[in-house]
């Protein structure tokens, strides 16, 4: 075999990331949103999105999401962006576009983990839209990307809201009417009153939805005794799934929960790495995990967190938390890659609306959302309106 002596054999330079960016943007708010640790969206106040853009040098850019709501965990906006622009964004810059893995590590050396991931929410922001942008620098989807894409529709289902009886039928009402079949109701609302209002709401919309998959989601506010409790009384009720009924960090009672309910317990604050996951799989404290792109710090991690629990045969389900159409995407990718046992809690649309999602976007007809098949996200972000919604 002759080589040509005048053939430049040296690699071609790879595609590096170039410059990171950070927006803070005010979304307007369609409707109340609570859960147990408080309020999520205000009606007439505005609701607070963290971008991020991610430019490549061979022009590619993609767009990535974090959703402060401290009153699902510790993260805040301030914190978000400090995190974003003055630890993540310098320990990520120059990488090259192609090293998941590498921005990983790096993330991992900028902020270290404590308990569990630090800071999984701003890290997710960035991971998203690195995502974004390789997939778009090679002209395919994140399934193409990944070679793995199961599903070309998610069903989604509908957060029932308010706490009286009038509320609960007014927004189940509003949910079948958008075609939604299936509903998720949130607990632990009202604990001065104990789990008894809890479960009238479950059984008002059981009643109104004779053949709905229902899952209730008490987002950490029981305690052993109460959860329990709850999760009896449910029982009759034909729940799917009773979600994250203890504090995160209580894995030996999830454990002695998941043993003596007759409700099944879904887990979702407790998995923030897929380490966690392994943890309750070697303790027998888990039956169903839920998978959430966010608070995984972002897709490479929930690839991981997905697949060990798929090889160590545990049910997922799938969650978001309130993102606009760029979270909703890459969450709709996620799930598309997997085979889910209920419908996912995906809920943005309801309760905010994405004003810079731009092209063709997400169609959700019917309680069903398609799965993007455009390059990256598969979504369009107008950059100026994300300038003019910036704050």
Same mark, same amino acid.
């Given at each position: ?7 430049? &054999? ?44 991610? #430019?490549?040098? =061979?022009?590619?850019?993609?767009? @990535? $999401? ?18 974003? &622009? ?54 395919? #989807?994140?399934? *193409? ?28 009402? $509003? ?47 029981? &305690? ?43 887990? =979702? *604050? ?6 966690? +996951? ?34 160590? @045969? ?5 969650? @978001?938390? &309130? ?15 997997? =085979? ?14 994405? +004003? ?27 950059? @100026?309106?994300?300038? *003019?919604?910036?704050?």
């Amino acid at each position: 075999m002759v080589l040509n002596p005048e053939a430049d &054999t040296r690699p071609a330079t790879a595609t590096t990331v170039e410059r990171i960016e950070v927006f803070t943007v005010a979304l307007p708010t369609l409707r109340e949103f609570t859960v147990a640790g408080g309020g999520v969206t205000t009606r007439g106040r505005p609701a607070i999105r963290v971008l991020v853009k991610v #430019s490549a040098s =061979d022009g590619s850019t993609g767009w @990535g $999401e974090a959703t402060p709501i401290p009153s699902w965990t510790y993260e805040t906006t301030e914190s978000i962006v400090s995190t974003l &622009t003055h630890y993540l964004a310098p320990a990520a810059t120059g990488l090259p576009l192609w090293d998941l893995d590498g921005l990983v590590r790096a993330c991992d050396r900028a902020i270290r983990r404590g308990w569990s991931t630090g800071m999984p929410l701003a890290r997710a922001a960035l991971d998203v839209a690195w995502h974004d942008a390789l997939a778009r620098s090679r002209g395919v #989807s994140l399934g *193409e990307l990944w070679g793995r894409r199961r599903h070309e529709s998610v069903e989604l289902c509908w957060i029932v809201t308010g706490v009286d009886a009038d509320a609960v039928a007014d927004s189940l009402a $509003e949910g079948r009417a958008a075609g939604y079949r299936h509903f998720k109701v949130k607990a632990g609302l009202e604990p001065g009153r104990g789990v008894g209002a809890d479960v009238a709401r479950v059984a008002a919309v059981r009643a109104a939805a004779p053949d709905a998959t229902l899952i209730v989601d008490a987002n950490q506010a029981g &305690t052993q005794e109460s959860a329990l409790c709850l999760a009896q009384r449910l029982a009759p009720l034909d729940v799917a799934a009773l979600e994250q009924p203890l504090p995160a960090n209580d894995i030996d009672g999830l454990r002695r929960l998941r043993d003596l309910s007759p409700v099944p317990i879904a887990v =979702d *604050e407790s998995l923030r790495h897929p380490t966690d +996951l392994a943890s309750f799989v070697r303790l027998g404290a888990i039956g169903i995990a839920v998978a959430k792109v966010q608070r995984c710090a972002g897709l490479t991690l929930a690839l991981r967190q997905c697949q060990l629990a798929e090889d160590c @045969g545990i049910a997922l389900m799938g969650s @978001g938390l &309130t993102e606009s159409d760029i979270g909703l995407a890459a969450s709709l990718h996620l799930f598309a890659a997997h =085979d889910l046992i209920a419908p996912a809690d995906l809920n943005g649309r309801q309760f905010l609306s994405s +004003l810079y999602a731009t092209g063709p976007g997400i169609r959700v007809r019917q309680g069903v959302a398609e799965v993007p098949t455009g390059p990256g996200l598969g979504i369009g972000v107008d950059e @100026g309106i994300v300038r *003019e919604l910036a704050c």
